[in-house]
């Protein structure tokens, strides 16, 4: 069974950062592409970052220059590198991991808690 557990979350000024981790178990984690969503409060889950399995990355516009993805294989583990954070980051984030048609494998994991606030 594919499970996701989440890390690393806080609470953290405006203009702070934030790294996030998320292990993965019970997939072949290389073999495949990798993501961090985001859900705020009343609003939808929302894709933040995507790293492929060869480490291409990609970013919506609302996070680019300031979120990094990047994974370590060998310890089957993502992460999500927030830096000049801003109140509009507050959420809970989650991780999954998708096939090659950008179906998520596994079912949402507890996500970790990003509060940026003074």
Do not use: H
Not at 88 to 111: P, S
């Amino acid at each position: 069974q594919v499970q996701f557990v989440e890390s690393g979350g806080g609470l953290v000024q405006p203009g702070g950062s934030l790294r996030l981790s998320c292990e993965a178990s019970g997939m072949n984690f290389s073999r495949f592409g990798m993501a961090w969503y985001r859900q705020a409060s009343g609003k939808q889950r929302a894709q933040v970052a995507f790293i492929t399995n060869g480490g291409t990355t990609n970013y919506p516009d609302s996070v680019k220059g300031r979120f990094t993805i990047s994974r370590d294989n060998t310890k089957n583990t993502v992460y999500l590198q927030m830096n000049s954070l801003k109140s509009e980051d507050t959420a809970i984030y989650y991780c999954n991991a998708l096939n090659g048609f950008g179906a998520r494998l596994g079912d949402w994991g507890q996500g970790t808690q990003v509060t940026v606030s003074f």
